[in-house]
């Protein structure tokens, strides 16, 4: 194991509590909404404890709480068995906490040494503290198969290594709590079976993890007990070998969650949307799509299965008029441009094209703008929202907003909040009921539940299929391949920016798709 690196903590003798952590009595409002009520948890040394619950049940700001980032109004906190006060960061990091959050926090041009030793460097200068921590880093990447290139720039690293830094900062402050914040919501399937091996790696060396997520999956394959959050409130914790994915998703919810997509089989119509030979070649000069084509009827859903960067993404944006590209495009029958003036997000909506993109904070939404003015992006020349030739109908828009936010039951229902208040699966609802509601011809959604908890999935599900149902088309992208086999009537697989098969989803299976999108079996 490593020894002598910098943490800034005073040795102590080994606490005798059996829990790494406790919460006693901890509430925290922020003005009229109470995100935390009286809550009091304890997570054993040495294990991997999972925290489930709705978006906005209060999960994050629990743990933000621990880390110091909020300070609670009410409650206490122990570490090893003794009474501890946390009033920031750094005294989350004296305590022995770690913290790996949902969007990491690393400087893009800087390389991975200089990323970990950031804030905790010895000295004026650097080489000495470069030095030390290249040879920590070794041993860590040996303990725990968290080998990552100590000279390699951050931001020329895929997610799941910058993930792997993010974790070896905190260990390498000698953190012996490690809270992780949705950590697999940006990872392909193989990451998130490595992060899996290094988190038990962690436990069996003794460290304790705190795994926040909304996975059932997970919860079930990796912890060891799980606690269940509702509305800011702790409902349960258990033992996670005695319960099951249907027991907890009650407990999050609190009703009854159908963990399967519920649909009737698809009666496909005429075709809505024709793609042929579709080429992209970005800035590099690097052909991301070649000679893509496909098919998309009415009254069917469309799944796009891939490992991240195998061209999902430029084809979302193509149909969506925000990639350039070759080849034809065509709706209802209709040609659409893939260059010029002419092509662009907003005529793709005239044409009755809706888009949920992949990134909701890149794309989807501005997160300083009210959930109001978020709704009317891309349909503000809409006939219902105009008061005059010269001025918007804001009191529509916001009336519009709030039915929107009771039908999609987005939390808070405050449609005067800006939308970085929201959690992200309720971001997420407010995309998909600007989008879904405008009752389009074509419905390009991409990662439709990405960080959204289970009685969201299930909502936005239900949504999707109704559409569906409705006779409209929909192409949908997704990483999670129960999500695609769940919702898919047709499965088509990318990889390296070309098709690599397509098959029926009741017909094939997730073996059969992982083997396409590692490049190997289907049919050109």
Known sequence: MVT???????????????Y??????????????QANKDISIRVRRGTIHGIIGENGAGKSTLMSILYGFYKADAGEILIGGQPTAIPDSQAAIRAGIGMVFQHFKLVPNFTVLENIILGVEEGRLLRP???????????????????????????????????????LKALYRQADILILDEPTGVLTPAEADHLFRILRGLR?????????????????????EVSVMRRGTMVATVDTATTSPEHLAELMVGRKVLLRVDKVPATPGKPVLEVENLCVTDASGVQRLKNVSLQVRAGEILGIAGVAGNGQTELLQVLGGTQRATGTLRLNGADLPLSGSACNGQARRAAGVAHVPEDRHEEGLILDFTAWENVAFGYHHAPEYQKNALMMDNDALRRDTEAKIARFDVRPANCWLPAKSFSGGNQQKIVVAREIERNPDLLLVGQP???????????????????????????LVSVELDEILGLSDRVIVMFDGRIMGERVAADTNERELGLMMAGMGGTP
């Not at 925290?28 to 909404?33: I, L």
């Not at 909502?459 to 006779?471: E, N």
């Open 204 to 224: 069996d060396q003794g460290k304790t993890v705190i795994l926040i997520t909304h996975k059932l999956r997970e919860i079930m394959e990796i912890t060891d």
């Open 4 to 18: 002598g690196i910098h943490t800034g903590r005073q040795a102590t003798a080994a606490p005798v509590s059996p």
């Open 20 to 33: 790494a952590i406790e919460l006693r009595g901890v509430s925290k409002a922020f003005g009229p909404v």
């Open 449 to 475: 539940t990405r960080g959204v908890d289970i009685g969201a999935i299930e909502f936005i599900h239900q949504q999707i299929v109704a559409l569906r149902d409705a006779g409209k088309a929909v192409l």
């Open 129 to 167: 503290s470069l030095s030390k921590a290249r040879g920590a880093l070794k041993q860590l990447a040996a303990d725990y198969e968290l080998d990552v290139d100590p000279d390699a720039v951050v931001e020329e690293l895929s997610v799941g290594h910058q993930q792997r830094v993010e974790i």
